[in-house]
């Protein structure tokens, strides 16, 4: 679960209308301990990404990024807005991904080749919304209800994840295609009355399962493309728009047995 949490908070990478690129090698190594490889995996990889902020002497990315973990790590709801940073990664290869033996416990390690930017834009302080009404819990089968209330005209997008990172574009789809928002205005969603999002657990042996809703709105309808939805393919979506365009809000909340 703690895993899940990383892949959201990095979506910090780079955006547009950026200064020239820095490139660095950078290693993360996190212990397989309590929990599973890929669990490592993603804390290495993490790991990894700092160190190369490190490195771009963006400090402050990562002090941000690391305060966050350490919020919301753990806890069956959270809710916070963007991050204010000056800077982030825009793309990375991996060169080594390997397992080592180090005392009595199994390490892994991650090194990779970062692309790290920084930003030219501010973000825009007039530009933000306000979402009310979702819940710390649920119960299998409720209906998930929102409202969100834009201090500026722009276009919505919300993305939903399971616990397990599978994704899916809640809002616009074919059925509330219009995702223009005005200023000022209360939107209830679901838009369409004849509609519900309606909110189920994968695995049935657990009592509850956290899942995650991201908000993104921007000053212009900026398309998302790609048919696979997961943290990495959205986060580098983010990345793509300049800071001063757009607005991102996250919302943990468990869904439990009935």
């Excluded at 519900?196 to 309808?221: A, D, P």
Aim: hydrophobic residues 40%; aromatic residues 12%.
């Amino acid at each position: 679960m703690e895993s899940k949490i990383i892949g959201i908070l990095l979506f910090i990478c780079a955006c547009i209308n950026v200064q020239a690129q820095i490139k660095v090698q950078a290693t993360g190594a996190w212990f397989i301990s309590n929990i599973s490889p890929e669990e490592a995996r993603a804390h290495a990889l993490a790991e990894a990404k700092k160190d190369a902020l490190r490195k771009a002497g963006i400090e402050e990315a990562v002090t941000s990024m690391e305060t966050m973990i350490s919020l919301k790590s753990g806890q069956d709801y959270f809710e916070y807005n963007e991050l204010d940073l000056r800077g982030g990664i825009s793309d990375f290869v991996l060169l080594e991904d390997s397992t080592i033996l180090e005392g009595n416990l199994l390490k892994k390690i991650i090194v990779i080749e970062a692309s790290v930017v920084k930003y030219k834009n501010a973000r825009d302080a007039h530009f933000v919304f306000a979402v009310k009404k979702i819940k710390h819990h649920y119960q299998e089968e409720d209906s998930l209800v929102f409202e969100v209330e834009p201090s500026a005209d722009g276009f919505l997008k919300v993305f939903f994840f399971e616990e397990d990172g599978q994704g899916d574009l809640l809002f616009p789809s074919s059925i509330e295609p219009d995702n223009f928002l005005k200023s000022n205005f209360k939107y209830c969603f679901p838009q369409n009355k004849r509609m519900q999002y309606t909110l189920t657990k994968n695995n049935y042996r657990k009592l509850s399962e956290r899942n995650t809703l991201i908000f993104v709105y921007t000053k212009t309808n900026v398309p998302f493309k790609e048919e696979n939805i997961s943290y990495e393919t959205v986060s580098n979506w983010i990345a793509k728009i300049n800071p001063d365009s757009r607005y991102e809000r996250f919302y943990g909340f468990s869904i439990y047995k009935k």
